[in-house]
Every structure is written in C-alpha cells, then in structure tokens.
C-alpha cells in the first residue's frame, strides 16, 4: 500500500450490484472529482517511481490513461497509450487475451520503444490480471523492459494480481478491496 492508500480507499466509492447482481463495482469517479485526493494519488505514484529512472508510462485504455499521463508529465517521461485494437493509427504490434467469454486484444504503436526502455505499466484496477498481462507481456515483446506494474486498485481475491506476479512482473497497488468490503 502507498503512503496515501488508506485516505484513496475511502475516497472510492462501491456500487453494490452493478454491472450485475453480486458485484461490488469499486468506481473512482469521486476521487477523480476530488482534487485533493486526486493530488494525493498522483503524488503516491510520483512518490514510489520519482527515483527509478523510467523512461516512459504505458498506460492500458482508458481509466489507465487518467492516472499515466499525469504521472509521466510529473516524472518527466514519455507517455504511451496501450490500446484496444484498432484505436492506433500507425504500424502497430499486438497481443491478444482471454476474457471470460472470449478474447481481446491490446496494442501499441510498434515504435514505441527503444531496446532496454524502463517502462512503468499502469491501469486503473487488476482483476483477473488478463488485460495488465497482456499489456506488459506487449512492451517485453517491444523491446521495453517492464519495471514494474502499478494500479489504483488491487482486488486480490480474483487472483489478477498473482498472477502477473507469477509470470514474473512485480505489482504496485496504492489500496486493496476485498469482496466483503
């Protein structure tokens, strides 16, 4: 947890049963809406990452996006958006993955990188880990080193976080929700 991950946990708020019955839907809209939280989440970030010389931010579409850019601009790095197919408009290089019922798949631009770049991958939430190992297993195959890989939210208890940690990424979560919370 980071410095601030208790005061950024109580500022988000759960809709139970939504999208559908039984889910704890955990909705960052009003720490968004907060401008001190916000800072404060931001600041955690840039508080961690401010000394690991990176040399960009990959952040997965679209709540990834909210959190990477001003990151990238407070650390001084570059910015890369980790898209879902179709959304780049140049040359591109994918990787696709499993959803519960089905498959997707995540881009970036296929110069992206240089050879050895330090690259923080970030999104908003891990839950089952499928999109964040999709989007850092991307940048290895581009050539980007994945430091690390950091969230807003971690939710543990769907196994997202293990298992990007089983395939040998390090994880960053400023706060964790388990179901019953």
Not at 71 to 91: D, M, N, T
Not at 96 to 113: I, K, Q, R
Not at 162 to 175: H, L
């Amino acid at each position: 947890m980071s410095i601030y991950g208790d005061y950024i946990k109580s500022v988000i708020r759960t809709v139970p049963d939504w999208p559908e019955k039984g889910v704890n839907f955990r909705d960052i809209t009003p720490l968004l809406q907060n401008s001190a939280a916000f800072r404060k989440l931001i600041d955690s970030f840039v508080h961690r990452y401010q000394e690991m010389n990176l040399d960009a931010i990959a952040a997965i579409d679209a709540r990834g996006f909210i959190i990477g850019a001003p990151l990238a601009y407070e650390l001084g790095c570059s910015f890369v958006p980790v898209r879902k197919k179709g959304k780049l408009p140049f040359k591109t290089i994918s990787e696709t993955y499993t959803l519960e019922y089905g498959h997707s798949e995540v881009e970036l631009h296929s110069d992206a990188f240089q050879k050895d770049d330090r690259i923080l991958l970030m999104d908003d939430l891990i839950a089952t880990g499928g999109t964040m190992l999709a989007a850092a297993n991307l940048i290895q195959r581009s050539g980007g080193h994945v430091v690390e890989t950091a969230t807003i939210i971690d939710l543990p208890e769907l196994g997202g976080s293990q298992k990007i940690r089983d395939a040998g990424y390090s994880v960053f979560a400023v706060c964790s929700f388990n179901e019953d919370e």
